[in-house]
């Protein structure tokens, strides 16, 4: 039982979680970018290109990593094998050409980072009539 209770404690950052720190990349300077092939990506105010695990994990724990480690910065969150390499996978591509691509993540992924990269609402203008009876 031991065992199981030092697994759960290290583990710090769930999926839910994660999405939750991409929809507030925006806030931390980070600027959005879709490159050609689809692939979901960020650049930090210092303008390094991040994938979105190492920048969530540059905004939460202050570490670089590079590109190619996205394991590393995952493992630094937290998580778990699988679900890094879910979300990398899903980044990377808009097809099912790597081995653990998930649609759902990539919309997932996709709509977060568009969420906080959202321009601020516009006032609606009001249209009114004069000479119109009030509805009641």
């Known amino acids: 039982m031991g065992?199981?209770?030092r697994y759960l404690c290290r583990r710090k950052m769930r999926y839910?979680?994660?999405?939750?720190?991409?929809?507030?990349?925006?806030?931390?300077g980070f600027a959005l970018s879709?490159?050609?092939s689809g692939a979901i990506r960020f650049f930090a105010p210092s303008g390094e290109e991040h994938c979105p695990l190492t920048a969530v994990c540059m905004m939460a724990t202050g570490k670089t990593y590079?590109?190619?480690?996205?394991q590393e910065a995952g493992r630094e969150l937290g998580m778990g094998s699988r679900t890094i390499q879910t979300i990398a996978?899903?980044?990377d591509s808009t097809s099912r050409t790597y081995k653990y691509f998930s649609d759902s993540v990539r919309r997932a992924l996709l709509a977060g980072s568009f969420a906080g990269f959202s321009p601020p609402p516009q006032d609606e203008h009001t249209l009114v009539l004069e000479d119109e009876p009030p509805t009641g």
Request: aromatic fraction near 12%.
């Open 66 to 70: 590079d590109l190619r480690q996205y």
């Open 34 to 36: 879709l490159d050609p």
């Open 3 to 5: 065992g199981w209770l």
């Open 16 to 28: 839910q979680t994660f999405l939750h720190h991409v929809e507030a990349l925006r806030e931390a």
């Open 89 to 91: 996978d899903s980044a």
